[in-house]
């Protein structure tokens, strides 16, 4: 009797077991999704208005100021390669005067540069055609166009700096209020800080999501501008190179290789 009671009680308590966690685990499911808040309420409503302030406004800005950075920072408006290949057929067949006029009529970075640039060149100058005017023309116009086309990546590297600073100003807020919880309570109950500890915690990290995100976005949009006016430089150089090579193409093949002259 002993053996059979002793053989058969494990598996009656491992029945017994079972069932009770089969019937305890609804509840057990529904306690746990009480006491868990969803992902929006706990790293965002819990930090409160100057929490959702950060998101909306910060964010708002951040997407907004990519997707015009995206829309204007594109080769085709900067250097077509359309624009490109009918200025050289302009410039080395010479015809100055047709680069310029097409130039001008191109809203390109490349157009309104070459417009500004190209009639500085000087025919008296055979040898060089006035290069060093067409480059500093070159230079003026990269410093004022850059200046504008900076303005809305400078914004970026603006809000990089003030996300932290409103993340700040958000746990200073929390922290004053934190201890004015404790104060009126005497410190008897901790639990009374948790919300007061959530808005300064919460508002740093947005802060810091914020300006980590419109870093990365600021040198993104950089680098790619300055990538894009360099292949307009590039591109108005070799235009300039061209016409040269072709008004002093005849002095190039009237001089004879050293060494094979007898």
Known sequence: MNLTLTSRSPRRWTLGTAMTLLATAP?????????????????????????????????????SLSVFNFMNLTKAKFAPDDLKGALLDHMVNCRVRSAIELSASHPSYLGRMLAYSLPNIDATRPEDLGRDHVEDAIADFSINESRKQMTFI????????????????????????????????????????????????????????????????????????????????????????????TVNADAHLAKIPEGIAV
Do not use: C
């Not at 309570?185 to 948790?194: I, K």
């Open 27 to 63: 509840a057990m499911a529904q306690e746990s999704a009480a006491s868990s808040k969803p992902a929006l309420e706990t790293f965002l409503l819990d930090g409160g208005p100057l929490t959702i302030f950060i998101v909306t406004v910060g964010l708002l800005s951040l997407i």
């Open 154 to 245: 400078s914004l970026l590297s603006l809000l990089a700096q003030a996300a932290p600073m409103m993340g700040l100003f958000g746990t200073v807020f929390g922290m004053i209020k934190a201890f004015g919880t404790l104060s009126d309570n005497n410190g008897a109950d901790p639990s009374a800080l948790a919300g007061d500890i959530s808005i300064a915690l919460l508002t740093t990290m947005w802060g810091l999501v914020v300006a980590l995100l419109s870093l990365f976005a600021y040198f993104f949009f950089k680098n790619r501008f300055n990538s894009l006016v360099a292949e307009a430089h590039n591109t108005a150089e070799g235009l300039v190179n061209a016409s040269i090579q």
